[in-house]
């Protein structure tokens, strides 16, 4: 008898169920609201609080899913109710992380607490790692972290950009240079507590889509934290720049390459993110084909239109499966050996833009209005080809895995 399955098993569904509910029944009735309002929906995260959908404990809970598919599974159905939403409940996930990824038991103990807040007063947190002239090539960073030995802290200075929950994070994890002549190598993660003098929120972007999502700079001015809001602490960085500097002697490119290849492991949940809208598009415009006539008969019983939504399935098909096989190989701890988490990303994103505008098109004039949900869907799938690696990123992780080759 096989053991494989792509079938949820009953845990799953039930978590499944309960999250599309609170999708269908919270999420989407306020997704026009917060879209236009432009702001962080508190109140929604504080629903999400309440029933236990903002913590720590149930993204950890579904992290450890052995089957891998614990994560897409919350992602998919959180963005099919709405983008921007999700992506101010997720957001803190972020950061949360960033420190699980880097920091001390102690550090993750204090600090992930105050980036969720509690049901009665939620907080948020930002991780800030893209800067103006560091974007996709994170190795340029310019934001230092300088030690002072004889007050055991560390001073910031800089100035990140587009961080999700900048300036109004209770937390805020910051990547800086500790030694810039190593790159990404030679980078380092910081925890700037609440009220830290001198972190202060630049400007806040006006965007495209996700707009209920909050995305800002933020400025940092002499920022000083103690040695212990080092991630890691100091010991563990000194002996990994220490390798960093022998290794950079005898392989420069096997350094950048190392770094690139953290972020495979978290890009099937943006997969899933994308996913999520893609669907949700995907059923407004099934329903809308088969209740909108024109020439006395359903738009549906065109082929022409029909087969639009028959692609579109079998897009978003396909994208799922890219994201819970790259999810389930991280769980199961094989090797990307494809770059098979670039892959889901990379798919699903573009499947996300390319459904969302299939869905205005078959809505006809109406799919261009906001009175129907899928010209906001199209704005919001936009994001995906770009953050957390841009879909020309994804393409030269993949190619530079399977040629070998330090292709640019
Ligand atoms: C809404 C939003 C939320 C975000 N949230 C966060 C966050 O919370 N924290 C954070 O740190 N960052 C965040 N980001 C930043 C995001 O990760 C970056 O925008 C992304 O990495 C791209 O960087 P960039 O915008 O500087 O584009 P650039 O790097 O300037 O790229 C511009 C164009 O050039 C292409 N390009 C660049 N280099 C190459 C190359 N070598 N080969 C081929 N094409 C190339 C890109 O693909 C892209 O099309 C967010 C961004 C947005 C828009």
Redesign the pocket.
């Known amino acids: 008898m096989s053991e494989f399955t792509l079938e949820l098993n009953d845990d799953q569904r039930q978590v499944r169920d309960w999250l599309h509910g609170f999708a269908a029944d919270v999420i989407r009735p306020a997704a026009a609201e917060w879209d236009e309002r432009e702001e962080t929906p508190w109140p929604v995260i504080q629903e999400a609080a309440k029933i236990g959908i903002y913590s720590l404990d149930f993204y950890a809970q579904q992290f450890f899913d052995p089957t891998g598919l614990g994560i897409p599974m919350v992602m998919e159905e959180l963005f099919w109710g709405d983008a921007g939403i999700a992506l101010s409940i997720v ?1 803190t996930g ?1 950061a949360a992380v960033g420190v699980i990824a880097n920091g001390t038991e102690e550090q993750i103990g204090t600090w992930i607490p105050q980036m969720y807040g509690d049901a009665d007063d939620v907080k948020v947190a ?5 800067e103006p002239d560091a ?3 994170v190795a340029s960073m310019r934001t230092r972290a300088v030690y002072d030995e004889a007050k055991d802290e560390w001073v910031l200075n800089g100035t ?1 950009t ?3 929950n900048g300036g109004i994070a209770n937390v805020h994890v910051v990547v800086a240079a500790v030694d810039p002549e190593l790159g990404s190598k030679g980078h380092a993660s910081f925890i700037v507590p609440p009220d830290t003098p001198g972190l202060t929120q630049g400007q806040k972007f006006k ?1 495209h889509g ?1 707009r209920a ?1 909050h ?1 800002a700079e933020v400025v940092l001015e002499d920022v000083r934290v103690p040695g212990h809001c080092l991630l890691g602490g100091k010991e563990k960085l000194d002996e990994r720049l220490a390798r960093a500097r022998d290794q950079a002697r005898t392989d420069g490119e096997r350094v950048k390459n190392a770094a690139m290849a953290t972020f495979e492991a978290s890009r099937p949940a943006v997969g899933a993110m994308a996913v999520g809208t893609a669907r949700a598009a995907y059923e407004v415009a099934l329903d809308y084909a088969k209740t909108r006539t024109q020439f006395g008969r359903p738009i549906i019983d065109n082929q022409g239109v029909a087969f639009q939504l028959a692609d579109m399935r079998t897009r978003i098909d396909a994208a799922r499966l890219l994201v819970w096989r790259a999810s389930w190989m991280a769980t199961a701890g094989k090797p990307f050996t494809a770059a098979e988490g670039s892959m889901s990303k990379l798919y699903a994103s573009e499947t996300a833009k390319k459904v969302t505008a299939q869905a205005i098109q078959i809505l006809g004039g109406n799919g261009y209005t906001r009175e129907y949900p899928v010209e906001r869907m199209h704005r919001d799938a936009a ?1 995906y080809t ?8 994804q393409r ?1 992780v993949i190619a530079r895995t399977l040629s070998g080759m330090p292709i ?1």
Not at 126 to 130: G, L, N, R, T, V
Not at 386 to 393: C, K, P, Q, Y
């Open positions: 957001g972020l930002a991780f800030c790692s893209s974007g996709s090539d990140k587009w961080a999700t965007k996700i999502s995305t994001i770009i953050f957390e690696g841009t879909s020309e990123i030269l640019r």
